[in-house]
C-alpha cells in the first residue's frame, strides 16, 4: 500500500525529552478526521488518535485506509468501547475486527482495552504486523490505586504481550499523582514503555510532568476545553505554556497551590520569565484540597517551590519550617521556597509590597507623580474589607506607612483579631456603606467579591465610595470589576488588582530563582490583559 512515510518515535533534535504529544481527535465524519490531524501536525504534535468510536457512521477496511493514506503523523487507532468509558455500543466481535484491520492497514499503533487484550492476541496469534505497535490500556474513572496494586497493573498489562502499557486513573487528591509518578520512574528504569495519566483537573500535573519522569506521551487537545477524558490541556498550553519540550529529569518544578486556580495567569507569567532567563524551571497549576498533604507528599527536591493562594495561604505559615518575620506578623504566606541545602521550607508574603507599592503608586500619580520619601499613605484613614490573607497583607502594609486602619468584614471577630494585632479598628461589613469618618479615605477590596464568575457583587454600595479618595481592589480576575468601574463612576482613584498581581509576582519569581525579575517582560507579557 502506497502510505507516507511517517516516523513513529523519533523525538525532534533539540528537545529535553522523548515524551510524546498525542493529539485525541473526536469527530463525526472521516472528513473532519482529516483535517484535524492536519491541524494537529501544523500545530506540533507528535501523533494523533483517532477515536473511531465518535464517527457517525463507520466502514472499518474503507475509512481506516483512507485515514491511514491521508496521515502526516503517526496515528494510534482507539476504539473504545461505552463499558471503558467510550462511545461504541455494538458487537464486540465487529469492533476487535476494526482494530485487527488497522493493523493490518499498516496502523502505527492500535489501542486494546486490558479487559479483552488476551482475546484479541489470541485471535491474531502466528501473524506478523510490524508496523503496529500495540498499546494496552486500563481506565479506573474512580480513583488511583496503591502503589502496589498499580505496579501488579503493569506486570498485568506487560503478561498481555503489549508493546505499550497505559494506565489512566482519577485524581481524588493531586497527591494520588504522585503514585503514577513512582511508577512511571520505575516502568522507565526496567525500559517499559508507559503512558500514565491521572485524570481530572487534580490530575493535570501528571500530563505535564510525565516530560520529566519519563511517560511515553501525554495528550493534548486541538481546542482547550473540547476534551476526550478529564483534565486535558490543550495542545498548545503544553508546547507555549509549560514549555513541554524543554521539559528533562533534572527540570525543578514550581507551582500555584490553591482552590480554585484555573484562572490564574501566574503559569503565563513565570513560565516565560523562567525561559527569558535560561532557569530550568516549570510552573504549574496545582488544585490542592489539603495542603499539609500536599508537601507531605510531595517533599523531594524536584518540587521546589510554591506561590500559595486561596484557601491555603494562612495554613501554609504553620506548615514551613521557618517563616520570614513580616509573613509571619501577617500571619499568611504567599511564597514557599525549598531551600536546596537542607530540603527545609521557607515561607515569605510578596503580596504585601505588592498592594502597597500599587497603592502608594496611584495616589503619588493623584499627587502629580510627585514622589516623596514619606510614603502617601502616612496618617490616611484606610479600610480594608476582608480579613483573609490578602487583608492582612494589605492591613499590616498600611499600619507600616503611617495610615490609621480600620477592618470591615463579614466574619466581625476576625476583623476585631486583625485589628487589634495591628493596633487597628473593626468594623461589621454591614456597616460599611454608611461609614463616613471623613473625606479622601482609601479603600482596600481584598475579598473574592467580584471575582469572575460573579462579577456583578460589589462589597459595598456606589454612593458610599464619594467619601473615598482612592480605591483598590485585590480581584484581578476580571481587571475591571463593578467595584473599581462604580468607583471611577464616582471619579474617584482606582487601582487595579492587576498591579498589585504584578508587584507580587516580582516577588515570586526573585525567591524561586535568586535572579533580579525581568520587570519590563512581566509588562509587555500582561499588557493585553
Ligand atoms: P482568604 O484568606 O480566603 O480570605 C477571604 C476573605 O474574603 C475573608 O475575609 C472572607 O470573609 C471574605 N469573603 C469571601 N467571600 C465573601 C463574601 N461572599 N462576602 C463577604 N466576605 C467574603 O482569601 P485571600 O487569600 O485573602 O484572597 C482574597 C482575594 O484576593 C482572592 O480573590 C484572590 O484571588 C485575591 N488576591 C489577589 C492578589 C493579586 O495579586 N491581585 C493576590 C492575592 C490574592 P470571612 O472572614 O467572613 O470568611
Redesign the pocket.
Known amino acids: 500500500m502506497d502510505c507516507p512515510n511517517v516516523l513513529i518515535t523519533a523525538p525532534s533534535v533539540g528537545r529535553k525529552n522523548a515524551t510524546l504529544i498525542c493529539v485525541p481527535v473526536i469527530a463525526e465524519s472521516v472528513e473532519k478526521m482529516k483535517i484535524h490531524m492536519h491541524k494537529a501536525k501544523a500545530e506540533g504534535a507528535d501523533l494523533v488518535e483517532l477515536r473511531l468510536d465518535s464517527l457517525n457512521t463507520f466502514d472499518p477496511f474503507q475509512d481506516i485506509n483512507t485515514l491511514i493514506h491521508h496521515r502526516p503523523l503517526p496515528l494510534l487507532f482507539t476504539y473504545r468501547p461505552k463499558w471503558e468509558g467510550g462511545m461504541y455500543d455494538g458487537d464486540e466481535n465487529k469492533r476487535l475486527d476494526a482494530l485487527r484491520v488497522a493493523m493490518e492497514l499498516g496502523a502505527d499503533y492500535i489501542d486494546v482495552e486490558l479487559k479483552v487484550a488476551h482475546q484479541f492476541y489470541d485471535s491474531i496469534r502466528g501473524k506478523t504486523y510490524n508496523q503496529t505497535r500495540v498499546v494496552v490500556s486500563s481506565h479506573n474513572f474512580e480513583l488511583t490505586p496503591s502503589t502496589e496494586d498499580l505496579s501488579n497493573l503493569v506486570a498485568r498489562i506487560q503478561a498481555t504481550g503489549a508493546d505499550i502499557v497505559k494506565i489512566a486513573t482519577t485524581a481524588v487528591d493531586i497527591a494520588d499523582v504522585a503514585r503514577m509518578f513512582q511508577i512511571m520512574v520505575h516502568s522507565q528504569v526496567r525500559h517499559v514503555p508507559l503512558i500514565g495519566i491521572v485524570m481530572d483537573d487534580r490530575g493535570l500535573i501528571s500530563r505535564v510532568l510525565c516530560a520529566k519522569f519519563g511517560g511515553y506521551l501525554t495528550f493534548g487537545t486541538l481546542e482547550s476545553g473540547v476534551v476526550s477524558a478529564p483534565g486535558q490541556p490543550s495542545l498548545k498550553d503544553l508546547l507555549h505554556l509549560y514549555n513541554f519540550r524543554a521539559l528533562a529529569p533534572d527540570t525543578k518544578v514550581y507551582g500555584l497551590i490553591g482552590k480554585p486556580v484555573s484562572h490564574s495567569k501566574s503559569p503565563m507569567l513565570l513560565n516565560e520569565a523562567f525561559k527569558s532567563v535560561g532557569f530550568n524551571g516549570v510552573y504549574i497549576i496545582l488544585l490542592v484540597d489539603n495542603i499539609a498533604n500536599f508537601l507531605r507528599t510531595y517533599s523531594s527536591t524536584d518540587f521546589m517551590g510554591f506561590s500559595v493562594?486561596?484557601?491555603h495561604?494562612?495554613t501554609a505559615v504553620k506548615l514551613c519550617d521557618e517563616v520570614d518575620p513580616v509573613a509571619k506578623s501577617i500571619g499568611a504566606v504567599?511564597c514557599i521556597i525549598r531551600r536546596p541545602t537542607d530540603g527545609k521550607l521557607i515561607g515569605y508574603n510578596t503580596?504585601y509590597i505588592?498592594a502597597i507599592s500599587a497603592i502608594e503608586d496611584g495616589l503619588r500619580g493623584k499627587h502629580n507623580g510627585s514622589s516623596t520619601v514619606v510614603s502617601p499613605l502616612a496618617g490616611k484613614l484606610f479600610v480594608v474589607i476582608?480579613?483573609?490573607?490578602?487583608?492582612k497583607a494589605v492591613a499590616y502594609g498600611a499600619k507600616e506607612k503611617g495610615a490609621r486602619v480600620v477592618i470591615a468584614?463579614?466574619?466581625y471577630d476576625?476583623a476585631r483579631e486583625l485589628a487589634d494585632a495591628i493596633g487597628g479598628e473593626a468594623l461589621p461589613?454591614a456597616d460599611l456603606d454608611n461609614f463616613h469618618l471623613e473625606d479622601d479615605m482609601i479603600l482596600a477590596n481584598?475579598?473574592?467579591?467580584g471575582?469572575i464568575p460573579k462579577v456583578d457583587e460589589t462589597?459595598i454600595s456606589k454612593h458610599a465610595l464619594k467619601h473615598y479618595s482612592l480605591v483598590f481592589d485585590?480581584?484581578?480576575t476580571p481587571k475591571m470589576t463593578r467595584l473599581l468601574k462604580e468607583a471611577e463612576e464616582a471619579g474617584v482613584t482606582i487601582v487595579t488588582?492587576f498591579e498589585?498581581?504584578i508587584g507580587?509576582a516580582y516577588g515570586q519569581f526573585e525567591n524561586f530563582t535568586g535572579l533580579p525579575a525581568p520587570k519590563k517582560l512581566f509588562r509587555q507579557i500582561m499588557k493585553d490583559y
Open positions: 493562594t486561596i484557601p495561604k494562612e504567599n503580596d505588592g476582608g480579613a483573609g490573607g490578602a487583608g468584614n463579614r466574619t476576625r461589613l481584598t475579598t473574592s467579591i471575582m462589597p485585590v480581584v484581578y488588582g498589585m498581581f507580587q
